[in-house]
């Protein structure tokens, strides 16, 4: 069973950076795209950044040039390093894969950008 789970979220100052960790379980990790979606509160999910098996990278407009998206496929985990956060990035962070046609969801991380 293919098990994602999400971590590092919390509650920062406007400016600050935290990392964002997703460990993934019962699957071939190195295969894989890994991706990371973000919730607001009343907003539909969005997409925020992936991450392909051979390492190429893809980033919302938001984001792009603040966060950056790794992977270390020997820890089987996917990192999203937030620089630079504003209140608009508060929000629930999820990490998200699709293996042989199903798409699986993390519990989340929430974090949280005080001005």
């Known amino acids: 069973q293919v098990q994602l789970v999400e971590s590092g979220g919390g509650l920062v100052q406007a400016g600050g950076s935290l990392r964002l960790s997703c460990a993934a379980s019962?699957?071939?990790?190195?295969?894989?795209?890994i991706a990371w979606y973000r919730q607001a509160p009343g907003k539909q999910r969005e997409f925020i950044a992936l991450?392909?098996?051979?390492?190429?990278?893809n980033y919302a407009d938001s984001v792009k040039g603040r966060f950056t998206i790794s992977r270390d496929n020997a820890k089987n985990t996917v990192y999203l390093q937030c620089n630079s956060l504003n209140s608009e990035d508060t929000a629930a962070y999820y990490c998200?894969?699709?293996?042989?046609?199903?798409?699986?969801w993390g519990q989340g991380t929430q974090v949280t950008v005080s001005s």
């Open positions: 998200n894969t699709n293996v042989y046609g199903k798409t699986y």
């Open positions: 019962g699957m071939i990790f190195s295969a894989y795209t």
């Open positions: 991450i392909t098996r051979d390492g190429t990278t």
